[in-house]
T-cell receptor, first 114, second 112 residues
Framework: DAEITQSPRHKITETGRQVTLACHQT?????MFWYRQDLGHGLRLIHY???????NKGEVSDGYSVSRSNTEDLPLTLESAASSQTSVYFC?????????????FGPGTRLTVT | TQLLEQSPQFLSIQEGENLTVYCNSS?????LQWYRQEPGEGPVLLVTVVTGGEVKKLKRLTFQFGDARKDSSLHITAAQPGDTGLYLCAGGLETGANNLFFGTGTRLTVIP
């Protein structure tokens, strides 16, 4: 069965370190998204990609970067981790855009920056 | 400010009761989706509505898209403990971007 996986599921890191969160999907979807989920804010879009070599900034992109070298993977990098980036991170993918943009989510990565 | 406001934020009810949660905005959406999220997992899509006034049913869950496509509601009949979770609405704006905007969610607890 097709799926979307994230690793690691939990990560503790120190302020200032570079951290990369992995996202891998076997749906063969062109569209991939990274969100963070915080109490009181819901899910907020960090970065997204509509295909290989395409990346775009979302609502809360400062301090984060992504690259898309193939269809299956969209790793999220925190260049220099800050305590404000402690959050739960979700990756998602979708087949189509426009009105029917139905997204499939991974299980999430809980990141703590100390 | 949130583009989509959900109410109530928290809801605790007894098994067998009915409930309605709301998702409101001042913006017009081309579609509205509802997701359910359980602890430690990612959101799972329940339904997509695209036409103003549209009503969709999924067993005991009834979803409605407002006539003006600015709001939506989710009604659960005879709630079960298995309905416990975080309910999120998400909308795609009619103008421009293809991305979804998520509400802050309604956390539902159904007590046996």
């Amino acid at each position: 069965d097709a799926e979307i996986t994230q690793s690691p599921r939990h990560k503790i890191t120190e302020t200032g370190r570079q951290v990369t969160l992995a996202c891998h999907q076997t749906w063969n979807h062109n569209n991939m998204f990274w969100y963070r989920q915080d109490l009181g804010h819901g899910l907020r879009l960090i970065h997204y990609s509509y295909g290989v070599h395409d990346t775009n900034k979302g609502e809360v992109s400062d301090g984060y970067s992504v690259s898309r070298s193939n269809t299956e993977d969209l790793p999220l990098t925190l260049e220099s981790a800050a305590s404000s980036q402690t959050s739960v991170y979700f990756c998602a993918s979708s087949e189509s855009l426009g009105p029917i943009n139905e997204q499939y989510f991974g299980p999430g990565t809980r990141l703590t920056v100390t | 400010t949130q583009l989509l406001e959900q109410s109530p934020q928290f809801l605790s009810i007894q098994e067998g009761e009915n409930l309605t949660v709301y998702c409101n905005s001042s913006s017009v959406f081309s579609s509205l989706q509802w997701y359910r999220q359980e602890p430690g997992e990612g959101p799972v899509l329940l339904v997509t509505v695209v036409t103003g006034g549209e009503v969709k049913k999924l067993k005991r869950l009834t979803f409605q898209f407002g006539d003006a496509r600015k709001d939506s509601s989710l009604h659960i009949t005879a709630a079960q403990p298995g309905d416990t979770g975080l309910y999120l609405c998400a909308g795609g704006l009619e103008t421009g971007a293809n991305n979804l905007f998520f509400g802050t969610g309604t956390r539902l607890t159904v007590i046996p």
